[in-house]
């Protein structure tokens, strides 16, 4: 215990630690040995508990920077880790306390209440995130077929010169976007419809890509992960040639935690 | 590693076994618990970041992606198939210089792309800082 004394505060030759926190989960959980955590070295993952909850935990050099792509990995991983097999709150990436008491004084002790109350609202459940993505000669070909004057102004546009025509070049770019984006709504909908009745609940996040048809989180009852993952055969099958559809998961329920209240 | 799910006919689902870095940005950085106001100083920038990347999709250069997607499918589908090649000879004779350009701008952009990644990791480094923390007795 003796790192538990150390505040980050400097001093000559020492190495300042802080105690950096992957996510809130249940007492029973441990952490084997090898288990991702951030930092290079990787640090040792740690489960401090309090009461009926528990905080995953590793020690950080505070003198090092954060946030290269294998802490980011690390972070994710040991989350999606623990909640295939316990519930867990995710934190959102980055937080840093001084002291592994500070752990238990200022994120469990404050909060525990509210951390066990949100864990056994997600015990059983499981994060899927499903991005579906147009192919895009398929939505571009639709778009021309369904919009005479969109396909009109492109057949005008053929074999002119790119400098003569950048306007309209902008102009049938839009056109075609704006119709993209209504199918990309409509389709999110159908999405979201066609396994609405095996989820808990879904959360939009928006498109990252202009190809992008749709990006949902989704929230499964353990029970249903096979009815889910059939309704989500019996789109990609429906959507065969004109939509790819991606599936990860189950991931720890980044997208279905809500912030705790702040402390009274 | 990715295992196909076979099901009841066509349209396999991609089912990647582990994050990619891009679903990892995506998650965790945008979501999840923030506990407490420090910890929010650490991830500013990344939101700023996160809204730049969304409003690229309603910009001129995807309009004029779209506008060159729509050409290409009219090249695909004529299905003469010395119309591409011919096409693509008489671009470099014709108009070298403005390949070029065309060239160079796809370059710019994951160039760009490339800068969003080091200047978010170089912000995220910035910030994870101690000198952000709060230690009280550390400023």
């Known amino acids: 215990m003796s790192a538990s004394a150390q505040t980050g505060q400097a001093q000559p030759g020492q190495q300042r630690v802080g105690w950096y926190i992957y996510g809130i989960t249940t007492k029973d959980v441990e952490i084997n040995s090898g288990a991702p955590a951030v930092g290079d070295p990787p640090g040792k993952v740690e489960v401090v508990r309090h009461g009926d909850v528990a905080a995953l935990v590793s020690q950080v050099d505070v003198d090092r920077p954060l946030g290269r792509p294998d802490d980011l990995l690390a972070h994710e991983r040991l989350l999606d880790g623990v909640a295939a097999k316990a519930p867990v709150l995710p934190i959102r990436f980055g937080a840093v306390v001084a002291s592994r008491e500070a752990v238990l004084d200022e994120l469990l002790t404050p909060h525990g209440d509210e951390f066990a109350r949100a864990l056994r609202e997600i015990e059983g459940r499981f994060e899927y995130l499903v991005r579906a993505k147009y192919v895009e000669r398929a939505v571009v070909g639709e778009v021309l077929s369904e919009n005479p004057t969109v396909a009109q102004l492109r057949e005008r546009l053929a074999g002119q010169p790119e400098e003569a025509t950048r306007d309209e070049r902008i102009q049938l770019g839009q056109m075609i976007a704006q119709a993209v984006e209504a199918k990309r709504t409509e389709d999110t909908q159908k999405l979201i419809e066609a396994v609405e009745s095996v989820v808990v609940a879904n959360a939009v996040r928006p498109p990252s890509n202009e190809f992008d048809t749709a990006n949902i989180a989704f929230l499964v009852e353990r029970e249903r992960q096979s009815d889910f993952e059939n309704a989500l055969q019996r789109v990609a099958a429906d959507w065969d040639g004109r939509v790819t559809l991606r599936l990860l998961g189950p991931v720890a329920p980044y997208d279905f935690v809500q912030p705790p209240a702040p402390p009274q | ?139």
């Open chain 2, 1 to 139: 590693m990715t295992v196909q799910t076979s099901g009841g006919g066509g349209g396999a689902i991609d089912r990647p076994s582990s994050s990619s870095l891009a679903d990892v940005v995506d998650t965790i950085l945008d979501k999840g618990l923030v506990i407490d106001a420090y910890v929010r100083v650490s991830l500013i920038g990344i939101e700023l970041l996160t809204i730049d990347a969304r409003i690229v999709i309603a910009s001129v250069d995807t309009y004029l992606r779209f506008a060159e997607a729509a050409n290409r499918l009219d090249l695909a589908q004529s299905g003469n198939s010395q119309g591409l090649p011919d096409l693509l000879h008489g671009g470099q004779q014709q108009g070298n210089q403005q390949q070029g350009v065309e060239q160079g701008k796809g370059q710019a952009a994951i160039e760009g792309v490339t800068d969003k990644l080091n200047e978010l990791t170089d912000q995220v480094q910035q910030l994870a800082q101690p000198g952000r923390q709060r230690s009280g007795e550390g400023e």
